[in-house]
């Protein structure tokens, strides 16, 4: 990990970032007025909102615990870590396989400045963090190699990180550059924005992020399922994120009813 020291320096709390946002649903403490302002808004727009936030990082645990549990996945990928609230990825997958290997990445100085709390693993397992764009994957891909043994399975953990990246911007190169660097036995688990369920509260809170200088793409079921071209689909396949694996949910309190417009899945390469 580099950069800690001058992490702090580059947060810019002059306008909203998805880290920070995401953190204020989450009911974090690391966000700034100006996230709050945003995340107020889009609650105003999309009452839901927050309900999607908790429901996604409960995605992150149960597709965890599948994989640890019943894939035997011992290495991990996370890229868009966001800032750490308990439990992180590593903490649910070390608790069942203490010697698992996690290598967290984000772009935000935030996640950099708060990235001690992602380093306090088990004995036997590894935690590392990288400050890298995932627009970046070759040199994600290089780094991570000094943790990961890429010629054994890996799983790599998108989650709500590719709707903050257009098509254009290479969403789906990016997929397939990390995926295809993946040995036989590995995964993909993603879980990425859809504005199939509500249209409009979804189209509305795009426009807003983009007021605040943030893209947001929502995609459809079929663009989300081009993210695992060619791998294997776990059962129940591509669905609303609270409705993938309940039954391996734990400590999850009521959310509430109605939709989370939200797609998870997780694919296996063959
Ligand atoms: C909504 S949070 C998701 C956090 C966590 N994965 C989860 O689902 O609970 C999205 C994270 O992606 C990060 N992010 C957005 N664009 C990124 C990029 N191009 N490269 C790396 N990280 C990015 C943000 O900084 C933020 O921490």
């Given at each position: 990990m580099t950069g800690t020291e001058s992490a702090r320096d580059r947060i810019d709390t002059s306008k909203p970032h998805p880290a920070r946002v995401y953190d204020w649903y989450l009911g974090?403490?690391?966000?700034y007025p100006v996230d709050e302002q945003l995340g107020q808004h889009i609650m105003s727009i999309d009452p839901g909102a927050r309900r999607a936030a908790r429901s996604n990082r409960w995605f992150m645990q149960r597709a965890t615990r599948h994989l640890v549990?019943?894939?035997?996945?011992?290495q991990f990928l996370d890229i868009?870590?966001?800032?750490?609230?308990?439990?992180?990825l590593h903490q649910i997958a070390q608790i069942t396989a203490p010697d698992a290997r996690v290598v967290y990445v984000d772009n935000d100085p935030i996640v950099l400045a708060h990235a001690e709390a992602l380093l306090?693993?088990?004995?036997d397992g590894v935690t590392e963090y990288l400050q890298a764009d995932a627009r970046e994957p070759r040199r994600i891909l290089e780094e991570a190699g000094r943790i990961l043994d890429f010629d054994r399975p890996v799983a790599l953990s998108l989650i709500a990180l590719?709707?903050?990246?257009?098509d254009e911007t290479g969403a789906y190169e990016v997929v397939d550059t990390l995926v295809d660097a993946l040995a036989p036995g590995s995964c993909l688990v993603l879980s990425a924005m859809t504005a199939d369920f509500e249209p409009e509260n979804v189209r509305r809170g795009i426009e807003t992020y983009a007021k605040g200088g943030v893209t947001l793409v929502g995609r459809s079921h079929d663009e989300v399922s081009r993210f695992f071209k060619g791998l294997d689909l776990v059962?129940?396949?591509?669905?609303?994120v609270k409705d993938w694996?309940?039954?391996?949910?734990?400590?999850e309190t009521p959310i509430g009813d109605g939709p989370v417009s939200l797609y998870g899945g997780v694919g296996f390469k063959a």
């Open positions: 974090g403490k690391d966000n549990r019943a894939a035997g996945i011992r868009g870590t966001g800032i750490p609230t308990e439990p992180n306090r693993g088990t004995r590719m709707h903050f990246i257009a059962e129940p396949g591509i669905v609303s694996h309940p039954d391996l949910a734990e400590g």
